[in-house]
């Protein structure tokens, strides 16, 4: 559906989707369906950075996500709360590395 009618117009791609709503259908593109998004495993180089941002730019996924091309804001959240839960701190946590 993406394909023919781009990604935009969500509510009418929902219509062709039983039990679907646009929003649903956005996030599922933007998040894990669009063929741009990265889904390797992290490097450190990756992790740094996302340090280095963070410091910077705070909790701001979706401004982060814009310095890490292929890396969507929710997986930047999410790497980052899962790499802080493993580690007492996000620095200790690429100094393991």
Not at 39 to 61: A, P
Request: hydrophobic share 35%; proline share 3%; charged share 30%.
């Amino acid at each position: 559906m993406v394909v023919e009618h781009g990604a935009k117009g969500w509510n009418f791609i929902a219509s062709k989707l039983p039990g679907r709503v646009g929003k649903q259908c956005r996030e599922r593109w933007h998040n894990h369906l669009d063929p741009s998004i990265v889904k390797n495993k992290w490097t450190l180089e990756e992790d740094k950075k996302l340090m280095s941002l963070f410091l910077q730019f705070g909790k701001k996924w979706s401004l982060i996500a814009k310095h890490m091309p292929g890396r969507t804001d929710n997986t930047i959240k999410n790497r980052f709360n899962s790499a802080l839960k493993m580690h007492n701190s996000f620095q200790e946590y690429i100094d393991y590395k």
